[in-house]
């Protein structure tokens, strides 16, 4: 069994297109030098500019791989994406801490996808108060955020949770990440002001899994957050198309 590397688990959905999800998590994981280890929350049918279908993995089969991988391999970090509802979420983390209750987890709440396919059960968003404090760190758009906002769950009073608002949906400062971290507020800049950043499908899957592999390689969470914002930019020039090329 390889050991050089520590081990980071993705609980994705499968993207065909291997631009978003299981696919860019892992891709993204083997150019950081950490070993991952997948988990397929649900099966999609999709190309870099449409979502045509999605079908939810089984809960109990889910659990089951998680539980199977993380008694063979020490996972110190969990990326989530894609699920179905709080509930579901709570499952899966519950299943996490039962294996390694000092596991980091990083959660990207893919509310919809860019192209308005939904995803998450927002009529459940407000049972995520009881989740949020077993959870590190995570990544929402700027859209995303205020969904999560207006539900009620960043009172700073409430807060027990990390938070990295992703800048490139914002309509000021765009492409400047906050990261909300124990009441402080930091602002995290493009390293190049005048590169030209081509939209990407997946760039979120892959900013938030490359935080994850650089947690897992000791990096606190602001650094693994640089880190992880100098990762995305080479995958936004990469080229100009919608499917980004992975190098590091």
């Not at 020490?74 to 299943?95: M, N």
């Not at 205020?146 to 490139?168: D, P, R, T, W, Y």
Request: hydrophobic share 35%; proline share 3%.
């Amino acid at each position: 069994m390889q050991t050089e590397r520590p081990f980071v688990m993705s609980i994705a959905g499968f993207d065909p297109s291997g631009g978003a999800g299981l696919l860019a998590d892992i891709k993204t994981m083997e150019q950081l030098k950490v070993q991952g280890l997948g988990v397929c929350t649900a099966m999609t049918l999709q190309t870099e500019s449409q979502c045509l279908s999605l079908n939810w993995q089984p809960l109990d089969e889910i659990l089951k791989s998680i539980d199977v991988l993380m008694k063979k391999y020490s996972v110190q970090v969990v990326k989530i994406g894609v699920v179905k509802d709080a509930g579901f979420l709570s499952e899966i983390i519950k299943t996490i801490k039962s294996n390694n209750s000092e596991a980091k987890i990083v959660w990207d709440p893919v509310l919809k996808s860019t192209s308005e396919f939904s995803f998450f059960d927002l009529n459940t968003i407000s049972e995520l108060k009881n989740v949020l404090n077993q959870i590190d760190l995570i990544t929402p758009n700027y859209n995303e955020y205020k969904v999560l906002q207006e539900a009620g769950l960043f009172k700073k009073s409430e807060n027990s949770c990390s938070v990295l608002i992703k800048g490139g949906h914002r309509e000021d400062k765009l492409g400047t990440d906050i990261l909300i971290e124990n009441g402080k507020e930091i602002s995290i800049h493009p390293t190049d002001e005048t590169s030209v950043y081509y939209p990407k499908h997946g760039s979120g899957c892959v900013l938030s899994s490359a935080i994850a592999s650089h947690l897992a390689l000791g990096k606190n969470v602001e650094e693994a957050c640089r880190n992880g914002k100098l990762y995305i930019e080479k995958f936004l020039t990469s080229n100009p198309t919608l499917l980004g090329f992975h190098s590091n």
